[in-house]
């Protein structure tokens, strides 16, 4: 087993030496049925990640190392394939933001606070507040009219192994959709992470002085993503979270000559809600063997483009995702291979 | 400054290095007003703490360890004691459940679900589903009634410096109530944080081989909440989550000979829904000196009684904090030494 002074582990030596969550066969099998049956009413799928993944220290996990994430990208971006056309497969961190219901934070919408009991002579009725009555209106017509529809499809995920064993399982079965599959990749997800075969049993004991951790990496697993699990037909799309601003391109663009996927967004901590970059090949249908064979190491600088998409951060009723969302469905049915006219849904 | 080859933090050194929250004050001006008001009204006040607490690993936090909790414990505990008569300041972590709202949890009870919408030949009228309506009828009652009456102000913390800050100064407010002050230490606190001094400015970067991290302890802050912020008048009640069973008692024990405070509330993870253990002194209204000098270290393991709490696990109308709650509201009425009959609100 790879430690930290043995070799990282790849993705094949990470899946074939820690175990799979339990419960993946029949979420497996929940997505087969989704697929199917969308793929039968002609729709093209999305799967959306969302949340931060977790590395419990412990088997019966008390501490772990998390992301920082509420999954507000992902559940936002959610909501508006759907209203795009698209089917969607929301694969989040349990207890992170979900399309629709995210308006209503418990903690900054309380949807307590806008139910009203109407004493009336007899009985009491629970009323809405007539002047939330419009908004609350809009989204349950939305989410009722997903319900009947059967477009959304949720997933759960809480650790970074959770996430790992589903993301391949889910991947490989979007596969038969081809090129109709899109993978927005917006969870936050661990880079490094403990194995199974040096966690402590019981809740690590303090007491005994400082504590020392010493983690994996994870293994990168665009590059079997894009090359074996979707067979590269699948249209990817990761998310580049940076800190230091001066880090997103460069990074944005080493992922994409390393791992021949289609786009990365970047974006800053701190602009992530009002600026993003999309980082992508200049010739959106170039596979990576074209790319690899027709550009030496330094013009292949010249084979990125970069577009910004920025909002006004005053307008509280704009959000970035809608223009992220209308950008992608517009280069997915370039990479499709329709004419953009039938894209819409 | 300590680090891990230096002493441990002291309370005393924790505070006087590690800086405090932005928004503490305005925190503190809050709790101020609240504990006058619930003085002039005459009500006891309740601190129940909720919530893992995180440790950031970077200044521009993106990632962080933390501890498993979703606030169940303390978000139920809370709404038994506003049940009971008490005020409550209720301290949680951010997105953590709340009293009330827990009920209808987005994963798995989402309110959207029991909304419907009611088509009428010139107007839509939102109503609540038939089945869901007396439940939530019961919630919402009770829910006004409390915002009605001002019984709960709530507080929010992320990391485990906001909790300790908060902790001392809400302490140190309601110590003005001297025995009429209850602390009820729910939160799932971290033993081990990273001092400021050592984090990384930006988001620690991967491919670099494997993650150390180095943490020094949390300084232990019961015994300065006993005896200093609270003036040992304080009822505080602390917890212990074990996964191993057989070190519940003596850890329990061994806290309350080492801070002196009221009850250790024991807990394994697993049982944690339907079994509890109270560890106490025997004699509930002997202070600290009292026992330090009337007993010598062999006679002290006498000196505890530990009761144990249990309910029907088949029955998911229980709640075991109705129970923990009842039994510390009677316990507490002693310590402030009123009569029993007085007790209820």
Request: negative net charge; proline residues 6%.
């Amino acid at each position: 087993m790879p430690g930290s002074s043995s070799p990282p582990f790849s993705a094949e030596s990470y899946f074939a030496t820690q175990p799979p969550p339990p419960g993946l066969e029949q979420d497996i099998a929940g997505v087969k049925e989704f697929v199917k049956r969308q793929t039968e009413e002609g729709r093209k799928i999305v799967l959306v990640t969302s949340g931060g993944t977790t590395v419990p220290l412990e088997l019966n996990v008390v501490r772990f190392l998390d992301n920082f994430s509420a999954g507000t990208r992902g559940a936002t971006s959610a909501e508006y394939f759907l209203k795009a056309g698209y089917a969607v497969i929301f694969m989040h961190r349990q207890f992170s933001l979900q399309p629709f219901s995210r308006h209503y934070s418990h903690s900054t919408n309380p949807f307590l606070d806008f139910l009203e009991i109407d004493r009336g002579p007899t009985s009491q009725e629970i009323c809405v507040t007539p002047s939330k009555r419009e908004d609350l209106l809009q989204v349950l017509a939305l989410y009722k009219a997903v319900q009947a529809a059967g477009t959304l499809h949720t997933l759960t995920f809480v650790t970074v192994n959770d996430y790992l064993w589903l993301l391949r399982a889910v991947s490989q079965e979007l596969s038969t959709m081809k090129r109709k599959a899109m993978y927005y990749l917006a969870a936050a997800v661990s880079d490094f992470f403990l194995p199974r075969q040096k966690m402590s049993e019981h809740k690590i004991q303090s007491g005994k002085g400082s504590l020392h951790i010493e983690m994996d990496q994870v293994p990168k697993i665009l590059k079997p993503m894009v090359e074996d699990w979707t067979g590269k037909d699948g249209y990817i799309v990761s998310f580049k979270l940076e800190t230091d601003q001066s880090l997103l391109i460069p990074k944005a663009q080493a992922a994409l000559r390393r791992y021949g996927h289609q786009v990365v967004i970047g974006n800053d901590l701190n602009r992530r809600k009002f600026e993003v970059v999309f980082i992508s090949w200049k010739s959106p249908k170039a596979t990576i063997s074209e790319v690899d064979s027709n550009l030496n190491p330094e013009s292949r600088e010249n084979s990125f483009e970069e577009s910004w998409l920025r909002i006004d951060i005053t307008d509280s009723n704009q959000e970035i995702e809608e223009n992220i969302i209308a950008e992608l469905v517009k280069r997915h049915t370039v990479w499709v291979g329709e004419p953009e006219s039938a894209a819409a849904p």
